[in-house]
């Protein structure tokens, strides 16, 4: 039942604080059209100003024209000096001018007359301390799986546990869920002196000091890892989690008018087509590009392959002819389409002639082939991914090579491998079975009275000020 308003009849306001990067902006937009509509919500989006790249302020744009229920909340950054910082990365430039600029939002969140907040977990140090002073609950949209959070809410606990034993990090057996291998924990977090680990660890301390945390999964998917955080067996002190995936895709991508892979897939048979990508970030070497390109190419079947070459908005220059190999795209033109464009990848994951998914599991990909039905292949690069393509084999949504050859986040998997696996994939009428059981569960869980919907019914409850029965 959504809810409807305060004892004074005010519906609450969600301000909803996403940091930077598609994997993250994606779910975050998902979240606030869900909220929107049918909740009983009033939803801002917080556009930080200026966006990392233009594929992010034109999905923005899209999103906005296309739900003005969501209300766009601009929050420009302090203008501050990069050159400080001369070989950071444009994500960690972005999270330190929104450090630095926190004084500043504080004053955004009064003006808009917020009631609750929703942050991602790479800005709790930023945003919780001004939820505070402004007696804000502050909850988290977690954009990686649930074994992903279960991992980064146990490893504290793991590390001082282990502290001194000189081992390392070995498998990581997490409280209530499952044990994961040594070789899927991001190869960083091996690392005690990383500053990612150092964040990952300061994170999933973070994690109680929140009011709630909705993650972008769902019960038949990752069934341990939800019951286990849901029950308060990872961590102790564990606020409510609300299981509210898969976030639906809001028909909001902004569309690349020069793209031509939609006609390219209507004339392909059905479920005759193997889809290649690895998210919308540059997640893979120009070595692995090669092998990947051979491997489609004696695999024998059809595929469409979305290159990103580009990290945000500079282009690494390359000829795509020139990245795959000579003579590549001349000899696969029949059957193989490759492009550069942003795709929408949920409509190309429904399309009727898409069979399988070769992905690096990124979340988002994941729940997207849950939500579609369609088979992974999983490739994982580097982060949460191997966690990732584990939850994707265990849920039974697809294949992950596990055994393949594992050289850390570097490594390259080769051709013949690769074949092998499409070829095996593409025939494995089982699998395809289950993927389509799992977008079955996937349509349940967020319809009506499904587990997914009720947890965003309570959560919206509880931003009303309301009490939690969820968990
Ligand atoms: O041409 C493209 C490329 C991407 N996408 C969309 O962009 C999003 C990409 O997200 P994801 O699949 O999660 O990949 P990344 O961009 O790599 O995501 C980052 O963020 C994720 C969520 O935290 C992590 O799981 C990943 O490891 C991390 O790299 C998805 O919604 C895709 O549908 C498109 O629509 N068209």
Same mark, same amino acid.
């Given at each position: 039942?959504?809810?409807s308003?305060?004892?004074?009849?005010?519906r609450?306001?969600?301000?909803?604080?996403?940091?930077?990067?598609?994997?993250?902006?994606?779910?975050?937009?998902?979240?606030?059209v /869900?909220?929107?509509? +049918?909740?009983?919500?009033?939803?801002?989006?917080?556009?930080?100003?200026?966006?990392?790249?233009?594929?992010?302020?034109?999905?923005?744009d899209?999103?906005?024209d296309a739900?003005?229920?969501?209300?766009?909340?601009?929050?420009e950054?302090a203008p501050?000096? /990069?050159?400080e910082?001369?070989?950071?990365?444009?994500?960690?430039?972005?999270?330190?001018?929104?450090?630095?600029?926190?004084?500043?939002?504080?004053p955004?969140?009064?003006?808009?007359?917020?009631s609750?907040?929703?942050?991602?977990?790479?800005?709790?140090?930023?945003?919780?301390?001004?939820?505070?002073e402004?007696?804000?609950?502050?909850?988290?949209?977690? %954009?990686a799986?649930?074994?992903?959070?279960?991992?980064?809410?146990?490893?504290?606990?793991?590390?001082?546990?282990?502290?001194?034993?000189?081992?390392g990090?070995?498998d990581?057996?997490?409280?209530?869920?499952?044990?994961?291998? =040594?070789?899927?924990?991001?190869?960083?977090?091996?690392?005690?002196?990383?500053?990612?680990?150092?964040?990952?660890?300061?994170?999933?301390r973070?994690l109680?000091?929140?009011?709630?945390?909705?993650?972008?999964?769902f019960?038949?998917?990752?069934?341990?890892?939800?019951?286990?955080?849901?029950?308060?067996?990872?961590?102790?002190?564990?606020?409510?989690?609300?299981?509210?995936?898969?976030?639906?895709?809001?028909s909001?991508?902004?569309?690349?008018?020069?793209?031509?892979?939609?006609?390219?897939?209507?004339?392909?048979?059905?479920?005759?087509?193997?889809?290649?990508?690895?998210?919308?970030?540059?997640?893979?070497?120009?070595?692995?590009?090669?092998?990947?390109?051979?491997?489609?190419?004696?695999?024998?079947?059809?595929?469409?392959?979305?290159? =990103?070459?580009?990290?945000?908005?500079?282009?690494?220059?390359?000829?795509? +002819?020139e990245?795959?190999?000579? +003579?590549?795209?001349?000899?696969?033109?029949k059957?193989?389409?490759?492009?550069?464009?942003?795709?929408?990848q949920?409509?190309?994951?429904?399309?009727?002639?898409v069979?399988?998914?070769?992905?690096?599991?990124?979340?988002?990909?994941?729940?997207?082939?849950?939500?579609?039905?369609?088979?992974?292949l999983?490739?994982?690069?580097?982060?949460?991914?191997?966690v990732?393509?584990?939850?994707?084999a265990?849920?039974?949504?697809?294949?992950?090579?596990? %055994?393949?050859?594992?050289?850390?986040?570097?490594?390259?998997?080769?051709?013949?491998?690769?074949?092998?696996?499409?070829?095996a /994939?593409m025939a494995?009428?089982a699998?395809?079975?289950?993927? /389509?059981?799992?977008?079955?569960?996937?349509?349940?869980?967020?319809?009506?009275?499904?587990?997914s919907?009720?947890?965003?019914?309570?959560?919206?409850?509880?931003c009303q000020?309301?009490?939690?029965r969820?968990?």
């Amino acid at each position: 039942m959504p809810s409807s308003g305060d004892a004074a009849g005010r519906r609450p306001h969600v301000v909803l604080i996403p940091s930077a990067g598609m994997g993250h902006l994606v779910p975050f937009g998902r979240l606030a059209v /869900a909220l929107s509509s +049918g909740h009983g919500c009033d939803v801002s989006l917080v556009t930080v100003l200026p966006t990392v790249s233009t594929a992010e302020s034109k999905h923005l744009d899209a999103l906005f024209d296309a739900f003005p229920a969501v209300r766009r909340l601009d929050f420009e950054l302090a203008p501050f000096d /990069a050159s400080e910082f001369p070989s950071a990365d444009p994500f960690f430039l972005r999270f330190e001018a929104m450090r630095r600029s926190a004084p500043l939002l504080g004053p955004l969140l009064t003006g808009a007359g917020a009631s609750a907040l929703a942050t991602d977990i790479a800005l709790t140090s930023v945003v919780i301390p001004v939820a505070k002073e402004q007696g804000l609950p502050c909850h988290i949209l977690f %954009t990686a799986s649930a074994a992903m959070l279960s991992l980064c809410a146990y490893f504290p606990t793991y590390l001082d546990a282990n502290a001194g034993d000189g081992g390392g990090v070995g498998d990581v057996d997490i409280p209530g869920v499952y044990r994961i291998p =040594k070789a899927s924990i991001p190869q960083a977090l091996h690392d005690p002196n990383h500053l990612f680990t150092r964040q990952f660890v300061a994170n999933g301390r973070s994690l109680t000091s929140a009011a709630g945390i909705l993650v972008n999964t769902f019960d038949a998917l990752e069934p341990e890892a939800v019951a286990a955080l849901q029950q308060g067996k990872v961590a102790s002190g564990f606020p409510p989690v609300f299981a509210v995936g898969p976030l639906l895709p809001a028909s909001n991508q902004a569309k690349d008018p020069q793209a031509n892979y939609m006609e390219w897939l209507d004339a392909q048979p059905a479920r005759s087509v193997v889809y290649v990508s690895f998210g919308s970030r540059k997640a893979i070497s120009g070595e692995q590009l090669r092998e990947l390109a051979a491997g489609l190419e004696t695999s024998g079947h059809r595929f469409l392959w979305v290159v =990103k070459s580009t990290v945000v908005d500079r282009d690494d220059a390359a000829e795509l +002819g020139e990245l795959l190999g000579e +003579g590549f795209l001349k000899r696969v033109e029949k059957r193989g389409l490759v492009t550069k464009a942003w795709v929408d990848q949920e409509e190309v994951l429904k399309h009727e002639s898409v069979a399988l998914f070769v992905s690096h599991c990124g979340w988002n990909s994941v729940t997207e082939a849950a939500a579609s039905g369609v088979p992974v292949l999983a490739l994982p690069r580097f982060g949460d991914q191997r966690v990732n393509s584990g939850v994707v084999a265990r849920a039974g949504l697809g294949v992950w090579a596990d %055994t393949w050859s594992w050289e850390g986040e570097a490594g390259v998997i080769g051709a013949e491998e690769i074949s092998e696996k499409v070829k095996a /994939a593409m025939a494995d009428e089982a699998l395809r079975r289950k993927a /389509a059981s799992l977008a079955k569960a996937a349509a349940k869980a967020v319809a009506g009275g499904g587990s997914s919907h009720r947890c965003l019914v309570e959560f919206a409850r509880l931003c009303q000020g309301g009490t939690c029965r969820t968990n």
